[in-house]
């Protein structure tokens, strides 16, 4: 056997070298019961992402999917427990990917938003919105420019809440 056809035959054994899992996890926040039916209930949320994470090849252990509910009362997010411990887990390198279903699950606030996604990239972790336009999963200078449109779209949707 001669070295030319070494490549060819290690290709059609590719199936036996390991495969990277792709570890993910969720992030989920409703802001209070209203909330519930407008599409984007808690199990709405799981749902939709279970289904991208299927569909991109991934695995979703319950251990990561993480919870905020009624932060809606004026919660700072360092004080919201679900995100406590999904960055707790993201430090411990526990999943490559996060999945929300739109940025504003962070808050409703830009410079948390961009805080959010700039410390799990720091920590390995791949933030994946179920909005693609959101472009969470890239840094160039288009996408933080995208991020800020939305991020400050956000802020104005809670100002007209506060106004109600």
């Known amino acids: ?5 070494l490549p060819a035959l290690a290709k059609g054994w590719e199936f036996l070298a390991p495969q990277k899992i792709r570890r993910c996890a969720m992030y989920r926040r409703i802001s209070d019961e209203d909330s519930q039916g407008k599409g984007t209930s808690l199990s709405d949320q799981l749902d939709r992402v279970k ?3 299927v569909k991109d090849g991934g695995v979703l252990k ?6 905020d509910t009624l932060s809606g009362a004026g919660k700072y997010w360092r004080d919201r427990d679900g ?20 940025l504003d699950r962070f808050g409703r606030d830009v410079i948390i ?26 840094n160039d200078f288009i996408s933080q420019m ?19």
Do not use: C
């Open 83 to 102: 995100i406590q411990a999904m960055l707790a887990a993201a430090r411990r390198h526990e999943f490559d990917y996060l999945y929300i279903t739109e």
């Open 62 to 67: 319950d251990d990561h999917i993480f919870t």
């Open 146 to 164: 995208a991020r800020w449109f939305w991020g400050k779209m956000a802020e104005e949707e809670l100002n007209k809440i506060k106004e109600r």
């Open 1 to 5: 056997m001669t070295s030319s056809t």
């Open 51 to 53: 289904s991208q994470i």
């Open 113 to 138: 938003q961009e805080f959010m996604i700039q410390e799990l990239r720091h920590y390995g972790v791949t933030v994946i919105s179920l909005k693609p336009e959101e472009r969470t999963d890239r």
